[in-house]
């Protein structure tokens, strides 16, 4: 049963314009979300998290939208960058409390940004 | 911020054989770390949760037996494959709190 779902295996858009990477739960006790950038053979990279409570946080070109009722988050980023080209994950946790609860990833995005 | 540091980055063993695996948060008392394990193009899965002066909780599936956890100080966790086969061969990457939920770079396991 995947928890966590990123229904699209990869993306490629233009240099300078919009990438938007979705993500879909179903675990309603989860109650915060993180996005990761990695590369082949090294580790996950923090970029931008959101709790529940929330439903849009932004950090510079990138903003995740939350939407509870839907169980569906989604990454913008504005504008993409050639750099940006690499595997998004999204996660999700219990973070109530403080708790140390595990992440549990989806299947990762491929985002292509051509120069 | 936070960091943690993975050892070795990669590592090559004959069948058989143990490895061990090393995971420090520089810069902060990590009283839980998480293991995880990707296989080629497919998504981070965890294996074990260690906590700091106790025995690790291992995820359905995972042989605790193989897959052995040490979490002796507040800044060093291990992961100790016992008897590796080739199909241990994956990518294995370690993450503490509380520092957020930092990850660190991740070790290459190839077992041949």
Known sequence: DQQVKQNSPSLSVQEGRISILN?????????????????PAEGPTFLISISSIKDKNEDGRFTVFLNKSAKHLSLHIVPSQPG?????????????????????????????VNP | GAVVSQHPSWVICKSGTSVKIECRSL?????????????????????????EGSKATYEQGVEKDKFLINHASLTLSTLTVTSAHP??????????RPQGYTFGSGTRLTVV
């Open chain 1, 23 to 39: 993500c879909d739960y179903t675990n309603s006790m989860f109650d915060y979300f993180l996005w990761y950038k990695k590369y």
């Open chain 1, 84 to 112: 940006d080209s690499a595997v998004y994950f999204c996660a999700a946790t219990i973070d109530s409390g403080g708790s140390n609860y595990k992440l549990t990833f989806g299947k990762g995005t491929l985002l292509t």
């Open chain 2, 27 to 51: 810069d902060f008392q990590a009283t839980t770390m998480f293991w995880y394990r990707q296989f080629p193009k497919q998504s981070l899965m965890l294996m074990a949760t260690s906590n």
């Open chain 2, 87 to 96: 199909e241990d061969s994956s990518f294995y990457i370690c993450s503490a």
